[in-house]
């Protein structure tokens, strides 16, 4: 039986080291030339058995027999939704190494990358990275790692021990127990923790040899080859002349003269003949043409088909089983993008990166009830405006590394939020949704009466009529000026001219203010002598509009409003109901 390459990815926060790792093991210098040195898209490298004994002699010493051909190491960026590159039936990736920088510990963007982990079942180690950034760290490479590390000044060792106990510690918080590798006896019941560093390659070795010895115990059967070529579409790249599709092949063996279907979000699954077949060169970014290439394997294809693909697709040989691949996509694109009856419109440029996006989005409790890959477009709109007349609050499309369609009408009250980096991309929506949610209670409370109860207090009197000025307590909600009272007898008292506290006029008071109010057309002694409260005066609809939004009212507000029904039903025993 053939084994295949094992599939690593190597994931993080943003400004981790991943890349530079990878550049320690394809001696390139890719990292230098990223935007902001933060990697941009994601990118594949074949890395051989045989260049892996040349950079790391701890495989020939330790005498390890390694049946793996060599590891395809996918880099990604640092945001999570890059870490969820699937398959059928889990991650594509078959381990993944986790960068950490030892001085910084876990990032938000690094919890989201173990949750994605954690939920695809993705076995990982940890490269504890930057080690020379601790104060005072003496890099020796002819000796062993762990006799490096303890051989460190002793201020040294501690701020060393301090910072990997404190990260074990938050790990154990996301459910895992770590340890330092070599202090690892059981891999399947501790992560190992790696000590590197990609500045001076203290620790390469020694991560390379932990991956091909995790690879050789443990994955076993899972890197049997079989016989159907299986993949994914990672990205369309489109230039002037012809568009390009970089791939990765999971499974199987693929010929020039086969014929592949491609998954669809929605409808049928596309079938093309392949033009042009190139597979990545070891350990560089260069493609060569073949007529067969050999799971696991980077690819670049060019189809004969014009039909549309989608970043993250799955792909499978066609052998004229139409029905049955439409079928099993249909499940597998059912079972990854799940959407409610009700919510946000989200999008995103791969199915990876809209599974990672749809999973962070549920965390935060935002439900989302359509999901799609490729550019803001008109349906989208579309979709958001009908949200206005159902829940406003749900009236955003979140773009996840997208853009807008050029000459996009957009409502105004639709928000579009889009971002690269999709933690920002989640701050922004929880924050924006937060405000408007705010906005929208204050528009309907501006839309109702103002729900108040006064306490007479009859020991200040400070005018008897025209207009009646005296002091009062408020009892519960709030009160303004121009609001109309009524008696506990339901008897009309008049309108609030004026408001004074302090001896200052004021154009509300709160729960628990003591002020004076002053009645035009009221005799004070005549009428209000011997009443103790007074309530606002409220219509039928109006009533009936509050009790609609009670979520907006507190639970005093709620006693008011019960109590302005019971003295309304003492004569018509229906109102409000």
Not at 152 to 168: G, H, I, S
Not at 247 to 274: C, N, R, W, Y
Not at 326 to 342: D, N
Not at 445 to 470: D, H, Q
Request: aromatic letters at 6%.
């Amino acid at each position: 039986m053939k084994i295949r390459q094992p599939i690593v990815t190597v994931c993080g926060h943003v400004d981790h080291g991943k890349t530079s790792i990878l550049d320690c093991l394809r001696s390139s210098c890719v990292q230098e030339g990223e935007s902001g040195g933060i990697t941009q898209k994601i990118s594949f490298t074949s890395y051989p058995m045989n260049q892996l004994k040349a950079a790391c002699p701890l495989i020939e010493k330790s005498g390890i027999k390694l049946d793996i051909p060599g590891f395809l190491l996918i880099d990604t960026p640092g945001h999570a939704a890059f870490t969820n590159l699937r398959k059928r039936g889990g991650s594509l990736a078959d381990l993944a190494v986790l960068v950490i920088d030892i001085n910084d510990g876990i990032k938000p963007q690094t919890a989201e990358v173990i949750q994605i982990l954690k939920m695809n079942h993705t076995p990982f180690i940890i490269a504890l990275n930057k080690i020379d950034n601790i104060s005072g760290w003496r890099t020796n490479k002819e000796i062993p790692l762990q006799e490096s590390i303890e051989s460190q000044p002793q201020n040294v060792k501690q701020v060393f021990d301090e910072r990997y106990m404190t990260l074990a510690g938050s790990l154990h918080s996301h459910g895992f127990e770590s340890d330092l590798f070599y202090n690892i006896t059981d891999f399947t019941k501790k992560i190992a923790l790696v000590p590197t560093s990609a500045k001076t390659k203290q620790g390469i070795a020694e991560l390379i040899m932990m991956l091909c010895g995790l690879s050789q115990k443990y994955l076993g059967k899972k890197l049997e080859l079989n016989e159907d070529a299986k993949g994914v579409m990672l990205e369309i790249k489109k230039t002037k002349s012809t568009n390009y599709i970089e791939a990765i092949l999971h499974d199987g063996e693929l010929k020039k003269t086969d014929e592949i279907a491609v998954a669809s979000l929605e409808g049928d699954p596309t079938i093309s003949k392949i033009r042009i077949l190139e597979e990545i060169e070891p350990l560089c970014a260069r493609f060569k043409p073949k007529d067969k290439v050999q799971a696991s394997t980077g690819l670049r294809m060019q189809l004969i088909s014009k039909e549309e693909i989608s970043s993250g697709m799955p792909f499978e040989i066609y052998r004229g089983n139409f029905e049955e691949l439409k079928e099993r996509f249909k499940k597998e694109m059912a079972e990854s993008i799940k959407t409610s009856t009700q919510g946000i419109i989200a999008k995103a440029d791969s199915l990876g990166s809209l599974e990672a996006l749809l999973v962070l989005l549920k965390q935060q409790n935002i439900p989302v009830v359509k999901a799609g890959i490729g550019n803001i477009n008109k349906k989208d709109v579309i979709s958001a405006k009908a949200n206005l007349d159902i829940n406003e609050l749900d009236a955003i499309i979140v773009g996840f590394n997208v853009e807008k369609e050029e000459d996009l009408e957009i409502h105004k009250k639709i928000k579009i939020l889009t971002d690269d980096v999709v933690y920002k991309l989640i701050e922004n929506v929880t924050d924006f949704r937060i405000k408007r949610k705010k906005d929208i209670e204050k528009k309907r409370l501006m839309g109702l009466t103002t729900i108040c109860k006064l306490k007479i207090l009859p020991e200040y009197v400070f005018r008897n009529t025209s207009p009646a000025i005296f002091g009062v307590r408020v009892e519960g909600g709030k009160l303004t000026s121009d609001l109309n009272m009524i008696d506990s007898d339901n008897e009309k008292v008049g309108r609030i001219k004026n408001i004074q506290k302090d001896r200052k006029s004021v154009g509300e008071a709160i729960e628990g203010d003591e002020l004076a109010i002053s009645i035009p057309g009221v005799n004070f002694e005549r009428q209000l002598k011997d009443k103790e409260y007074l309530l606002t005066e409220l219509g039928e609809s109006q009533f009936k509009e509050f009790k609609k939004n009670k979520d907006l009212l507190s639970q005093n507000e709620i006693k008011i409003l019960q109590g302005i029904a019971e003295i309304k039903r003492r004569e018509q025993p229906e109102w409000g109901m």
